[in-house]
């Protein structure tokens, strides 16, 4: 489980750097997403399964919708829908196809491999000792993200009125 867990971590690693470097957003969001599945799949390979499916369900889940969020916000039209046109041919799906892939053989392996429910000598982690530990000591950060993404999105919304651009 360790190969697994360095292998995730580099696939992270290396997807995150091309987050950085890339000039074109939609494909620096591609490998976004998958270095949120490679985050992901270090929890998993920790033996943390529920800290793993929160990452992808929040994190990953979330930035596509931001994503499309924002697109149909911005409403550029017809010309910008033929350019994303060519930005979308199948040789841009390549890199993070390829990471993603590894990702989820790993991911099978992790799950299907073992026989007992502990990964590298650990237990594993429930969504009871989860909920406990945010809502325990940790329930003042946990509302004050809360808030804060609360102001993200009141603040987003106000942004994109059309009348405020009026």
């Known amino acids: ?59 990953a889940g979330a930035i596509m919708v931001l994503f499309v969020f924002v697109v149909m916000m911005l409403n ?20 993070p196809a390829v990471l993603s892939a590894l990702l989820l053989g790993m991911l099978v392996y992790v799950l299907f491999g073992t026989s007992n429910g502990s990964v590298i000598g650990q237990t594993t982690v429930d969504a009871k000792a989860v909920g406990i530990s945010l809502f325990g000591p940790y329930l003042l950060a946990v509302e004050l993200a809360s808030m804060l993404l609360l102001a993200a999105l009141v603040a987003a919304y106000h942004l994109g009125r059309h009348e405020a651009k009026e």
């Not at 190969?3 to 490998?31: C, D, E, K, Q, W």
Request: include cysteine; proline fraction near 5%; charge should be negative.
């Open 76 to 95: 550029l039209g017809p010309a910008i829908a033929e350019q994303e046109r060519k930005w979308l041919s199948p040789g841009i799906w390549t890199g």
């Open 1 to 59: 489980m360790e190969f697994a867990f360095y292998l995730a971590a580099g696939v992270a690693a290396v997807s995150t750097l091309r987050v950085i470097t890339h000039t074109n957003p939609v494909h620096a969001l591609l490998y976004l997403v998958v270095s949120l599945l490679a985050v992901s799949m270090c929890f998993f390979s920790l033996g943390a399964p529920f800290a793993g499916a929160l990452e992808i369900i929040v994190y």
